[in-house]
T-cell receptor
Framework: QKEVEQDPGPLSVPEGAIVSLNCTYS??????FMWYRQYSRKGPELLMYTYSSGNKEDGRFTAQVDKSSKYISLFIRDSQPSDSATYLCAMNNAGNMLTFGGGTRLMVKP | EAGVAQSPRYKIIEKRQSVAFWCNPI?????LYWYQQILGQGPKLLIQFQNNGVVDDSQLPKDRFSAERLKGVDSTLKIQPAKLEDSAVYLCASSWGTAYNEQFFGPGTRLTVL
């Protein structure tokens, strides 16, 4: 069993839809939770990071962490074609060594 | 601020050949990481440097992979000899330190082993 599980998709939605992306994890030592966006043939770029359970909002993006269920989510409101990318969840413990999920490919159609 | 630079961007070699990748981190970043990203998977950490010392290389296949970071700035990752399963994108990232800090990724080097 992988430490971080993520549905690979692809997830196809119409422009303007609300998108929900999720990861589950097994290591209760993870403290920091991140979402990265990766466009084709580019390196990942950090979208959101959270430390504690609860919600964190940044523009159209909301990150949610439920440590009791070992479950994290990323919501994208009013999705745009430019949001089409692979979304990677990542997490770590006290150090800075990240463990990534496998990524979910999102396609937002005009 | 210039980002993380990597070269080459693409490399095609035959199995059993050797290959080297180069990374120049963001100026001032003490910590440098090499990741392997196989198609359809998330990045997997191979090695982490703090300045010119190794912090973690537990997932580096040391029989064929080596990495160095001379003078605590640029880094090279080498594979010798390459196997078919080494086909992947090799990503370099850097951050200010080892406590939680945002990691900035380069564009990666896409390696194809035939």
């Amino acid at each position: 069993q992988k430490e971080v599980e993520q549905d690979p998709g692809p997830l196809s939605v119409p422009e303007g839809a609300i998108v929900s992306l999720n990861c589950t994890y097994s290591n209760s030592a993870f403290q920091y939770f991140m979402w990265y966006r990766q466009y084709s043939r580019k390196g990942p770029e950090l979208l959101m990071y959270t430390y504690s359970s609860g919600n964190k909002e940044d523009g159209r993006f909301t990150a949610q962490v439920d440590k009791s269920s070992k479950y994290i989510s990323l919501f994208i409101r009013d999705s745009q074609p430019s949001d089409s990318a692979t979304y990677l969840c990542a997490m770590n413990n006290a150090g800075n060594m990240l463990t990534f999920g496998g990524g979910t490919r999102l396609m937002v159609k005009p | 601020e210039a980002g993380v630079a990597q070269s080459p961007r693409y490399k095609i070699i035959e199995k059993r050949q050797s290959v080297a990748f180069w990374c120049n981190p963001i100026s001032g970043h003490a910590t440098l990481y090499w990741y392997q990203q196989i198609l359809g998977q998330g990045p997997k950490l191979l090695i982490q440097f703090q300045n010119n010392g190794v912090v973690d290389d537990s997932q580096l296949p040391k029989d064929r992979f080596s990495a160095e970071r001379l003078k605590g700035v640029d880094s090279t990752l080498k594979i010798q000899p390459a196997k078919l399963e080494d086909s992947a994108v090799y990503l370099c990232a850097s951050s200010w330190g080892t406590a939680y800090n945002e990691q900035f990724f380069g564009p990666g080097t896409r390696l194809t082993v035939l």
